[in-house]
């Protein structure tokens, strides 16, 4: 079983779609690291060599940002944002979307169910 950044690789997938399970890697930074290692998209994990495994630990290591430390980065950028008092920062800490989406109808995550009694009476007045 070959691990990588502390994340345990499904021995049945393709290499290629594999290194998609290590957070901060999807499928074109996958093919990028395996074009630069000279590997076949088309190996499935298990059949990696130790040699392989070291190469592609390595090259993640040095060049990109993963797992913990990406995820560390994300959370100080948005806390940063919160603080200076940015639109963003606001959106954020109300739960609702930052980037422009309808709140209208959508965004019922952020905003919460609220329920809606369709057709219900009113009580008479006295």
């Known amino acids: 079983m070959a691990r990588i950044e ?3 690789l499904p021995k049945n997938k393709r ?3 594999g290194l998609t399970y290590i957070y901060g890697i999807g499928v074109s930074r996958s093919q990028k690291l395996l074009q630069k ?3 076949d998209k088309n190996i499935r994990v298990k059949e990696l060599s130790d040699e392989q495994i070291i190469a592609i630990r390595n090259i993640l290591t040095k060049e990109y940002e993963l797992e913990g430390n990406l995820k ?3 959370n100080m950028n948005i806390k940063r944002l ?3 008092g940015a639109y963003r920062g606001r959106r954020h800490r109300l739960n609702l979307p930052s980037r422009g989406q ?3 109808t959508n ?3 952020g905003r919460g169910i ?3 009694i369709a057709g219900k009476k009113k009580a008479p007045r006295k």
Request: charged share 45%; net charge positive.
């Open 114 to 116: 609220k329920k809606t």
């Open 102 to 104: 309808r709140t209208r």
């Open 6 to 8: 502390g994340v345990d």
């Open 15 to 17: 290499i290629e779609i």
């Open 72 to 74: 560390r980065t994300e």
């Open 37 to 39: 290692i000279k590997l």
């Open 107 to 109: 965004a019922r995550t």
């Open 82 to 84: 919160m603080e200076i």
